[in-house]
């Protein structure tokens, strides 16, 4: 007897059908799976041989081969569990014409305990979208996994606790209850810390507001103590609010990491702040099998912050450069490709040099000039050259941290006017797979970047005379355009460009001083 039932699987941040054949044959009892399938897929008979038994139902006696199609595309992970179960149970003759009529509407995803329980498994939200996309009724999850598959419309998510349970759904004697789920996006949340509370620092808050409002990489230099880790995480409080297809697209990838978020939208932006021993697989994504997202995809349409930058090990900033660029990861292996989005804003920290107090107002380095260049050296120039912001955050004065309470502006008045700027940008970038002015092309630089003569004087010095690069360039362009939209103009003056020069070339002054 023969049988297939549908399930999926994930590859990347999408998923693909998956039919699951079953045939069971004369012979002596054997199992064979076939379809490129890694050990937990491979570990599935022991788990649905006891999960039928003990739900009530009988193992076939004969040979049983199961095929994974695409047999090309290499599987992975426990959700087989459920549609391998069901598949040898149709071909068993368990059930009706109508209750195989009844599956075939659905694509089935499960992992099964011995004693029949159903648990969750990552990656529902790209699965309900690709069952919706082919046109399949719903899916057939547990129940933990249910309230995530509903976030899908026009999608029913049936989430079942045991194996039985579903079976007796496919009888029409179950009806589970389907989760209500809201689609929509709240308001920004209240943070327990606001950009008020940071004494001082007004250049370097004004940074964050720039890089806010375009979507720009920031580097703070400082000395320990001037709040740079303060500053970088009150960052997320004056970003724009999340849109629902940012909100989406983040989600898919924390549920093919396994990050299931109570089974709704993620829609706080992500602050990830991994510790500097990370490697570069944990910063970029991989790993045995099937490839899993790194720190720099978790942090999708959010910030990554790499506090005390040059402790990272050299390899694994600069396997960052290609995914800053173009705002995503290609992790390749000998049997898959995957890509991950990556569409980051790069916040990084440092001090001046190893004592951290090159240049200090207030107490003298004690470093050597060689150990300042090799410190600074750890960076390396392509990879500044991809950090639009580069800030010099001195040391706070006595006068600055008595000052009251009520120190400045609040995260809630900053953030509507970057969110201002963000709407313009949106409305300027309509139609086009552009966000916010960090992901402009060079095109859309030239077509949107016009200076004035002054502004073009400017720039030939700075090109010309400092010997900046051609995407220091674009980038110099990039910021002026997101200061004028912060300003509400549409042409850019040449003070915009001005400004934006002087965000390039806080580590120049740094190095500067090491000599």
Request: charged share 25%.
């Amino acid at each position: 007897m023969f049988s297939r039932v549908q399930t999926g699987s994930v590859i990347g941040v999408d998923a693909i059908t998956v039919s699951v054949e079953v045939d069971l044959g004369p012979g002596i009892q054997t199992f064979s799976i076939v379809g490129l399938p890694e050990g937990a897929v491979r570990e599935a008979r022991v788990r649905v041989k006891s999960a039928l038994e003990n739900a009530g139902f009988s193992w076939p006696e004969c040979r049983v081969s199961i095929n994974l199609a695409p047999a090309d595309v290499r599987k992975d992970g426990t959700g087989f569990d459920l549609p391998i179960a069901l598949a040898t149970m149709a071909a068993d003759g368990l059930f009706k014409e109508n209750e195989l009529a009844r599956l075939d509407r659905y694509l089935v995803v499960g992992e099964l305990s011995l004693d029949g329980q159903l648990r969750p498994v990552r990656g529902i939200l790209p699965m309900a979208i690709a069952a919706r996309d082919k046109g399949f009724a719903g899916l057939i999850v547990a129940a933990e996994n249910a309230a995530e598959a509903a976030l899908v419309d026009r999608i029913e998510a049936v989430g079942c606790q045991r194996l039985e349970e579903v079976v007796r759904f496919l009888r029409g004697l179950h009806q589970p209850a389907l989760p209500v789920v809201s689609r929509g996006l709240v308001p920004p949340p209240d943070y327990p810390f606001d950009l008020a509370d940071v004494a001082g620092q007004q250049q370097a808050k004004r940074a964050l507001e720039v890089a806010a409002a375009g979507g720009h990489n920031l580097l703070l230099v400082g000395p320990p103590g001037s709040g740079k880790t303060m500053l970088s995480k009150r960052l997320l409080t004056i970003l724009p609010e999340m849109t629902f297809d940012e909100a989406l697209e983040t989600t898919k990838v924390y549920s093919v990491a396994g990050f299931r978020n109570d089974g709704g939208l993620v829609q706080r932006r992500p602050f990830r702040s991994p510790h500097h021993t990370i490697s570069d697989i944990g910063l970029i994504g991989g790993g045995s099998g099937m490839p899993r997202p790194g720190e720099i995809s978790l942090a999708h349409h959010g910030i990554l912050f790499l506090d005390e930058l040059p402790e990272f090990r050299r390899n694994a900033l600069e396997v960052m450069r290609q995914p800053l660029e173009e705002g995503r990861v290609t992790i390749s292996r000998s049997l898959v490709t995957v890509v991950y989005p990556a569409s980051i804003m790069l916040v990084g920290s440092m001090n001046p040099c190893p004592c951290g107090y090159a240049g200090s107002r207030d107490r003298a380095c004690i470093c050597k000039t060689d150990e300042v260049i090799r410190y600074r050296s750890r960076i390396s120039g392509p990879l500044l050259d991809r950090i639009d912001l580069q800030i010099e955050v001195p040391g706070v004065r006595y006068r600055d941290l008595a000052a009251p309470a009520d120190r400045g502006e609040t995260s809630a008045t900053v953030r509507a006017r970057v969110q201002a700027a963000r709407d313009r940008q949106r409305h300027r970038f309509a139609g086009t797979a552009t966000a916010c002015n960090a992901q402009m092309t060079t095109r859309e630089i030239r077509a949107h970047c016009a200076v004035d003569e002054a502004g073009h004087r400017l720039l030939e010095v700075v090109v010309d005379r400092l010997g900046m690069s051609a995407r220091a360039y674009d980038r110099i362009l990039k910021v002026a355009r997101t200061i004028a939209d912060l300003a509400g103009r549409e042409a850019i003056a040449s003070a915009d460009v001005a400004e934006a020069v002087q965000y390039r070339r806080g580590m120049e002054r740094e190095n500067g001083r090491a000599q």
